[in-house]
């Protein structure tokens, strides 16, 4: 808020001439910028966010930008392939979640604002405004909208070309010993109740949201899915790769797609609109770009390409957009930095090469992005230590939206004096204008200022914004007509806008006054070619407003927040307005995408029928078989699915009799079956993330297992179930507890004990390291867990090693650190079989080119071990499935870079020889990604299962001969 002083003037500019309409300009004089006493104190340090759609950077109790920023997209935010500590998710009216810092840069939050709530759990009826600004102080900070924060995924994503690792989730206040190993951006995953459905089941599982500044974990231990080999592209015969959405059943009594989706920001240059966000599952991460070339009537999805000119690939997500007389460019998150798209039309978009998207990657966030006369501007915040307690106004300017030059702190060009934010910026012509929040003094309310500059953003000077009596704050937009400006005014029990207009940003005029019942505040200043629009927050709505000139204000529509929506964006296009962010009315969360026409008629547009928009889960990724019965495992509708087969080509839904109601989108990943029955393990959804544990005595019938004791988190921290392994003793579940290793045992399917380490720290993390298992095997030699370590000998230098622990009875573990491969810089396990004593683990790890096939193989029941090379037939080649058959082992991974992968293949006798092959085929190679997570033996074949994903993505299911 403004603070104004007792004659109406903000506390940081002389009195302003006020301009009426035909009354000659007086330039207002030069004021001096204020000279604060105290520097304000900044933020409790939180831990560093991970990247992702983008956020672990919500500064706790900093004021939120105006409008409010799309929060990265996306379960807190972790960056796949980056190294960082998990971090927070990000809004929408419901249950405010703890405070935390935002994932993928681009969380808009400022600092020294009140932190936004968190999002899934559908928004209660806002409660009608007390007497008009009831005990409001004047010139503090106004709430923002809540609603859900933007895509989470701070974990790790399944079916993306994961490198496995931890994903703890300290306490926001909590230093973290180490960052996990590179992991997947998961900016949606989030806490929410479960939300009420007809009957027994329950409305999705939000995954975005705001996770009080803890990560949430990694999704699943294989890195990308792999699709299984063989035949090659017969659909009709026994053998070859299908497209199998038709051979898995969804549930009927689904009532939700399973996915979240979100639109972060909107722009529109003439009748051009684009609207840029995301949509996240438990196991992918992809970005969306959606366009309309009749001003928002009716839109389809973009043609996006990734920086090789394949599909995109997992985890890149746009967040911000925006167009201009240089063309189009989008602002969002790719695993392990920022990224950058760029367009000449607004329908096609190139993502640029790594280095352009470096200049927006951990330690920054964008809050805004604008097309100049010049080129583009982006306003948000850098901080060095990547938790933005330290953080300061940044701008990025670029003449062409491919080359962008970075300015921080005081080379802004604005004073900056104790916590200094940048919150919305503006251009008409050669004209740019600022508006920056200032909070010198913890003492002081905060203020804002408006700043004008005719070079593009490289030089500013003070714009000199009248400001009457009873001034509370400001706000600042505009465009080809003009400049506009509102001053938010309290008279007595009455609040409203005043609006003035400027072609310049030096003379401001005074125009008319916004006035409607349950005025709050402006959230939002635009421009047509023709006139201004203004989005009004209030009590249970926002109200859309128009303007020729700025004098005469008609109301233009509104659109009720009160049912869970979360306004992100906004664009004006000719007659009508867009307005886009996220929207849980329905059960889950959805893009919200609304269109009203210059009289408020609601134009209808459907997000889930834009093609490309909406791909409903269904994914099929683990496999296991025995005594005539093949299992697969996975989701549909966003929670966990079973399907059983006896001849491997024909597959019926399981059932699960008690129910198996969660608050959160899960998956299935793994399955075995031993002297007991079925066991299946997965991802459980929430921030931090909880097991998922289900059982079955003949494959068919199963029931929920994780209510056990044994899987209670006890803190905030990650709990997290990979793989799973039968032996002779009974059952065991590996996967991590915070930063440590986790198993658990099992008898019998029935009772359950936490396993623990032999040594003091084979399960438990040594200070500034960690351990992870991300799959397990058993046999007459008991036990065989296989995953990583982080070395804290590493220093700054790539610290994943590869790991294996044993067990003779699945109780007592012991960890031995195998070592890297001469020329690989680091690497860990995800695969595991074993045939007899002979057992093989692999995963992947990082060379001179990129990613390449680690296996190393044991003769001995795990005790002793070698390095078995897998020839990579491509470049990045990553291990996805590893099983053993009756003539040796088989394995599956992906090569090529994501949104280009194939599906490559291995057969071995012995573990330690290799013939690899890529099989060609529909479901196994081609546009988009391939990818098959699960393999077996099975009525004399080998089965696998999988999926492919372009434009749209299913299930694929293949069988080729046993090799």
């Known amino acids: 808020m403004t603070q104004i002083d007792p004659g109406g003037r903000d506390d940081d500019e002389e009195q302003t001439q006020i301009v009426k309409p035909g009354s000659a300009a007086n330039p207002p004089a030069a004021a001096a910028p204020p000279t604060p006493s105290a520097q304000a104190p900044t933020p409790s340090p939180q831990p560093p966010a991970p990247e992702p759609f983008p956020w672990a950077q919500e500064v706790p109790e900093a004021p939120e930008p105006r409008p409010s920023a799309p929060e990265p997209f996306p379960w807190a935010q972790e960056i796949p392939d980056a190294r960082q500590p998990p971090a927070p998710s990000p809004p929408a009216p419901a249950p405010p979640a703890p405070s935390a810092p935002e994932p993928f840069p681009w969380?808009?939050?400022?600092?020294?604002?009140?932190?936004?709530?968190?999002?899934?759990?559908?928004?209660?009826?806002?409660?009608?405004?007390?007497?008009?600004?009831?005990?409001?102080?004047?010139?503090?900070?106004?709430?923002?909208?809540?609603?859900?924060?933007?895509?989470?995924?701070?974990?790790?994503?399944?079916?993306?070309?994961?490198?496995?690792?931890?994903?703890?989730?300290?306490?926001?206040?909590?230093?973290?010993?180490?960052?996990?190993?590179?992991?997947?951006?998961?900016?949606?995953?989030?806490?929410?109740?479960?939300?009420?459905?007809?009957?027994?089941?329950?409305?999705?599982?939000?995954?975005?949201?705001?996770?009080?500044?803890?990560?949430?974990?990694?999704?699943?231990?294989?890195?990308?899915?792999?699709?299984?080999?063989?035949?090659?592209?017969?659909?009709?015969?026994?053998?070859?790769?299908?497209?199998?959405?038709?051979?898995?059943?969804?549930?009927?009594?689904?009532?939700?797609?399973?996915?979240?989706?979100?639109?972060?920001?909107?722009?529109?240059?003439?009748?051009?609109?684009?609207?840029?966000?995301?949509?996240?599952?438990?196991?992918?991460?992809?970005?969306?770009?959606?366009?309309?070339?009749?001003?928002?009537?009716t839109f389809k999805s973009a043609d996006v390409r990734g920086a090789d000119g394949g599909l995109p690939a997992n985890g890149e997500v746009p967040r911000q957009v925006a167009g201009g007389a240089h063309g189009w460019v989008a602002i969002g998150s790719r695993p392990g930095g920022g990224a950058v798209w760029t367009s000449q039309d607004g329908r096609s978009w190139q993502r640029l090469p790594d280095a352009a998207g470096d200049t927006f990657g951990p330690g920054n966030k964008v809050n805004r992005v604008i097309g100049t006369e010049s080129g583009f501007l982006a306003i948000g915040e850098n901080s060095r230590k990547g938790d933005f307690s330290d953080s300061v106004p940044a701008a990025w300017l670029s003449n062409d939206g491919q080359r962008w030059e970075a300015l921080t702190g005081e080379q802004v060009g604005i004073p900056v004096r104790g916590k200094v934010s940048l919150i919305e910026a503006a251009a008409t012509g050669s004209t740019v204008v600022l508006e920056s929040l200032h909070a010198p003094d913890a003492k002081k309310a905060p203020f804002r200022r408006v700043w004008k500059s005719s070079d593009g953003g490289r030089t500013w000077s003070p714009a000199k914004l009248p400001a009457p009596k009873g001034t509370r704050s400001l706000a600042v937009g505009g465009g080809k007509p003009g400049l506009l400006a509102v001053r938010e005014i309290k008279s007595g029990s009455k609040s409203y806008a005043q609006t003035f207009t400027s072609s310049d940003g030096a003379a401001w005029k005074q125009g008319g006054r916004i006035e409607t019942p349950g005025y709050r505040e402006v959230h939002r200043l635009l421009a047509t070619d023709g006139g201004y629009v203004a989005i009004v927050k209030r009590g249970n709505d926002y109200l859309v407003t128009r303007s020729a000139d700025g004098a005469s204000w008609q109301e233009a529509g509104t659109l009720p927040t009160n049912s869970g929506r979360a306004l992100q964006g906004a664009a004006a296009a000719g007659e009508q307005t867009v307005l886009v962010g996220r929207d849980t009315g329905g059960g889950d969360l959805n893009s919200l995408l609304a269109v009203r026409d210059a009289r408020g008629t609601e134009i209808p547009v459907d997000p889930a029928k834009i093609a490309g928009a909406v791909r409903p889960d269904h994914a099929v990724s683990g496999l296991a078989a025995k005594d005539g019965r093949a299992v697969a495992v996975g989701s549909s509708g966003g929670d966990a699915a079973v399907w059983s087969s006896r001849n491997g080509s024909s597959w019926t839904r399981a059932q699960f009799p008690g129910g198996l109601v969660r608050p959160a989108s899960q998956r299935l990943t793994g399955a075995v079956s031993g002297g007991a029955g079925w066991l299946a393990v997965g991802d459980g959804g929430g921030a931090p993330r909880r097991p998922l544990v289900v059982t079955s005595a003949d494959g068919a019938s199963w029931q929920a297992a994780d209510n056990n004791p044994a899987f209670a988190q006890n803190g905030p921290l990650s709990l997290a179930t990979y793989g799973a392994a039968a032996g002779p003793a009974g059952y065991v579940i590996v996967g991590e507890d915070g930063l440590s290793g986790a198993t658990w045992f099992s008898p019998d399917l029935k009772t359950w004990q936490r396993g623990r380490g032999l040594g003091k720290n084979d399960l438990t993390a040594l200070p500034n390291g960690n351990r992870w298992l991300r799959a397990a095997a058993g046999g007459a030699f008991g036990f065989v867990g296989v995953g990583g370590v982080q070395d804290p000998k590493a220093g700054d230098a790539p610290g994943q090693r590869p790991a294996v622990w044993t067990s003779t009875d699945g109780k007592q573990w012991k960890l031995s650190q195998l070592p890297l491969p001469a020329g690989l810089g680091e690497g860990s396990l995800t695969q595991v079989a074993a045939k007899g004593n002979v057992l093989v683990a692999a995963g992947s790890a990082t060379g001179a080119s990129g990613a390449v096939p680690l296996a190393f193989v044991s003769s001995d029941g795990g005790r002793t071990w070698r390095e078995s090379k897998m020839p990579a037939p491509a470049k990045e080649v990553r291990v996805t499935a590893l099983t053993a058959t009756p003539g040796g082992f088989a394995a599956t991974g992906t090569a090529s870079a994501q949104g280009t992968a194939d599906v490559v293949a291995w057969t071995s006798p012995d573990g330690a020889s290799w013939q690899p092959s890529m099989p060609g085929g529909k479901g196994l190679a081609g546009q988009g990604d391939q990818q098959i997570t699960g393999l077996a033996p099975f009525g004399g074949k080998l089965l696998g299962v999988g999926r492919t994903a372009d434009q749209e993505e299913q299930p694929v299911l293949w069988t080729r001969p046993l090799p």
């Open 107 to 297: 969380a808009q939050e400022i600092p020294s604002t009140p932190p936004a709530p968190a999002p899934p759990a559908p928004p209660a009826p806002s409660a009608p405004e007390p007497f008009p600004w009831a005990q409001e102080i004047p010139d503090t900070p106004k709430p923002q909208p809540s609603g859900p924060e933007p895509f989470p995924y701070a974990q790790e994503i399944p079916g993306a070309q994961r490198q496995p690792g931890p994903s703890p989730q300290p306490p926001a206040e909590t230093p973290q010993p180490v960052a996990p190993p590179p992991q997947i951006h998961e900016p949606w995953r989030t806490d929410s109740a479960p939300k009420k459905r007809t009957g027994r089941r329950v409305n999705k599982k939000v995954l975005f949201g705001t996770v009080g500044g803890i990560a949430a974990a990694a999704i699943i231990a294989a890195g990308a899915f792999v699709a299984l080999s063989g035949g090659g592209d017969d659909e009709g015969g026994s053998d070859g790769a299908r497209l199998a959405g038709a051979l898995f059943p969804v549930d009927p009594a689904a009532r939700s797609d399973g996915r979240d989706q979100e639109l972060t920001d909107v722009a529109a240059v003439g009748t051009t609109v684009v609207a840029a966000g995301g949509e996240a599952d438990p196991g992918n991460y992809r970005g969306l770009l959606l366009y309309s070339t009749d001003g928002g009537r």
